[in-house]
């Protein structure tokens, strides 16, 4: 670290630049002298700084005003003001003005190493925050949403657009469409993007569960909460929060949610304060809540609160033309996991992939082309692929696995879908139409059990 700290010294008495110079050099840090305000704002302008000593009385400019011009230029670098004739209410005004600490001469040499130390360990520190910010933002810029298809030009069109605002989202889609990545992708674009990202996913907490989640608690608000608990809207605060799957919320806490969007408040479980909060909403489901609406199941009020930017992501099947480009950004991404050199998908694998309906949308096909990439030498060939399950099973079931031997087009051709809803039906009647013991037997979870029951008009 100290080979690639740069500090600045401005003083214009020639004994203390040589006693910063020496002490500076005694630590390993590379460093510039100025002998005014001026030469010292000349050096700022024409080079990079991570820590400026500062004399307060100096020709041309004084070392509060460095202190304000330095902080246009480079408001990173950190800033320790050092003066012959220190007052309370001028230290006061340095640190308001953003100075890091303040030094009375003379100083004692031990302190001012402790300060220099204490501000290269933060200069450190946001260094790995800032490397950490923009590896996010270009891990969720619009780059790397794969697609060129029109629906997903579409999308980009639209994410643009409303990134930087803060205008409640709500994002429809099949399972495995990317509703998630959207999501983050929206935060990262936006002036939030420093502020956290925080993600509730509403049907993976139990009911009773989710709404401590969301708000937290108070010391003592039931057996076992021995201290107070931030929920994730608190932790979100300034960011953005995701509710995924808010389909699945009950009613009450439909609620609860209803008051934080309208009056940006809540209370903590126990709590009788409510506690104030910015954050930027966006949800997802991958229902239709229109229809939930018309049962009783989701509140009208706030499918409309939520639905000021609606943007729905397309199935696979119907974006086509993406699943070569996706493929190809699977086998480079796996390829690099597995320390392989697959160089792509031969001619024959990629018309079964086309021609694959995919219900388990990108999620599928990224676990697919996992294994395949596993399994392959070379390159991907229709052997390889039809020696993979997820092509069989349809992204979230298990129903195919007792016929994994056969090969895949020939299962294709008996038709998949009349199969699958067959078998459905039969674990249905068998359990007398219980869901929970019908998920067991098919072996999927019962979330998965009510997409397929509602994808075969099973409902009912």
């Given at each position: 670290m100290n080979?690639?700290?740069?500090?600045?010294?401005a003083?214009?008495?020639?004994?203390m630049?040589?006693?910063?110079?020496?002490?500076?050099?005694?630590?390993?840090?590379?460093?510039e002298?100025a002998?005014?305000?001026g030469?010292?704002?000349?050096?700022?302008?024409g080079?990079?700084?991570?820590?400026a000593i500062?004399d307060?009385k100096?020709?041309?400019?004084s070392?509060m005003?460095?202190?304000s011009?330095?902080?246009?230029?480079?408001?990173?670098?950190?800033?320790?003001?050092?003066t012959?004739?220190?007052?309370?209410?001028?230290?006061?005004e340095?640190i308001?003005?953003?100075a890091?600490d303040?030094f009375?001469?003379?100083?004692?040499v031990?302190e001012?190493?402790?300060?220099?130390?204490?501000?290269?360990?933060?200069?450190?520190?946001?260094k790995e925050?800032?490397?950490l910010?923009?590896?996010?933002?270009?891990?969720f810029g619009?780059?790397n949403?794969?697609?060129?298809?029109p629906?997903m030009?579409k999308?980009?069109?639209?994410?643009?657009k409303?990134?930087?605002?803060?205008?409640?989202?709500l994002?429809?889609?099949?399972s495995?469409?990317?509703?998630?990545?959207?999501?983050?992708t929206?935060?990262?674009?936006?002036n939030r993007k420093?502020?956290?990202?925080?993600?509730?996913?509403?049907?993976a907490?139990?009911e009773?569960l989710l709404?401590e989640?969301l708000?937290g608690?108070?010391?003592?608000a039931?057996?076992?909460?021995?201290?107070?608990?931030?929920?994730k809207?608190?932790l979100a605060?300034?960011?953005t929060?995701?509710l995924?799957?808010?389909?699945?919320?009950?009613?009450s806490?439909q609620?609860?949610?209803?008051?934080?969007?309208?009056?940006?408040e809540?209370?903590?479980?126990?709590?009788i304060k409510?506690?104030?909060v910015?954050v930027?909403l966006?949800?997802a489901?991958n229902?239709d809540?229109?229809?939930s609406i018309?049962?009783?199941r989701?509140?009208?009020e706030?499918?409309?609160?939520?639905n000021v930017m609606p943007?729905?992501l397309?199935p696979?099947?119907?974006?086509q033309?993406?699943?070569?480009?996706?493929?190809?950004h699977?086998i480079?991404?796996?390829n690099?996991?597995f320390?392989?050199n697959?160089k792509?998908?031969?001619p024959?694998?990629?018309?079964?992939l086309?021609?694959?309906?995919?219900?388990?949308?990108i999620?599928?096909?990224?676990?697919l082309?996992q294994?395949?990439?596993v399994?392959a030498?070379?390159?991907?060939g229709a052997e390889?692929?039809?020696?993979c399950?997820?092509l069989?099973?349809?992204g979230?079931?298990g129903l195919f696995?007792?016929?994994?031997?056969?090969?895949?087009?020939?299962?294709?051709?008996?038709?998949?879908e009349e199969l699958?809803?067959?078998m459905?039906?039969?674990a249905l009647?068998?359990?007398?139409?219980?869901r929970?013991?019908?998920?067991?037997?098919?072996?999927?979870?019962?979330?998965s059990l009510?997409?397929?029951m509602?994808?075969?008009?099973?409902?009912?």
């Open positions: 080979s690639v700290i740069k500090i600045l010294i003083d214009d008495e020639e004994s630049r040589f006693f910063l110079s020496e002490m500076i050099k005694k630590e390993g840090y590379l460093f002298t002998v005014d305000g030469d010292a704002l000349s050096k700022i302008k080079s990079s700084f991570d820590i500062l307060l100096m020709p041309k400019l070392g005003e460095l202190l011009e330095l902080k246009k230029v480079s408001p990173e670098t950190v800033v320790i003001i050092i012959a004739h220190g007052t309370r209410n001028i230290a006061i340095a308001e003005k953003g890091y303040y009375t001469k003379p100083f004692d031990n001012m190493r402790i300060v220099i130390k204490r501000a290269v360990e933060k200069i450190g520190l946001q925050i800032k490397c910010k923009e590896s996010l933002t270009e891990r619009l780059g949403i794969i697609g060129d298809s629906p030009q999308v980009y069109d639209l994410v643009k409303i990134a930087d605002t803060d205008i409640t989202v994002i429809t889609g099949e495995g469409t990317g509703k998630e990545l959207i999501a983050q929206i935060h990262y674009m936006s420093d502020k956290p990202f925080v993600k509730v996913n509403c049907a907490i139990p009773t709404e989640e708000f608690h108070e010391k003592g039931f057996t076992g909460a021995h201290q107070q608990k931030p929920g809207f608190e605060n300034n960011g929060v995701f995924d799957e808010i389909g699945d919320m009950t009613l806490t609620t609860k949610i209803l008051r934080v969007i309208q009056e940006r809540f209370e903590r479980i126990g709590g409510p506690i104030k910015d930027r966006i949800a489901t229902m809540l229109m229809k018309s049962e009783g989701f509140r009208e706030l499918y409309y609160r939520l943007i729905h397309p696979l099947r119907e974006r033309g993406d699943i070569p480009l996706l493929a190809e699977f480079k991404k796996y690099k996991c320390n392989k697959i792509g998908i031969m024959e694998a990629n018309d079964i086309l021609k694959y309906d995919w219900p388990g949308n999620r599928e096909l990224e676990n082309i294994r395949c990439v399994l030498k070379d390159e991907i390889i692929i039809s020696l399950p997820p069989l099973k349809g979230e079931g696995e007792e016929a994994e031997e056969l090969p895949m087009l020939k299962r294709a051709e008996k038709g998949r699958e809803k067959e459905i039906l039969e009647n068998k359990e007398k139409w219980k929970e013991e019908t998920a067991k037997r098919l072996k999927i979870s019962r979330k009510h997409n397929k509602k994808k075969y008009g099973l409902l009912g």
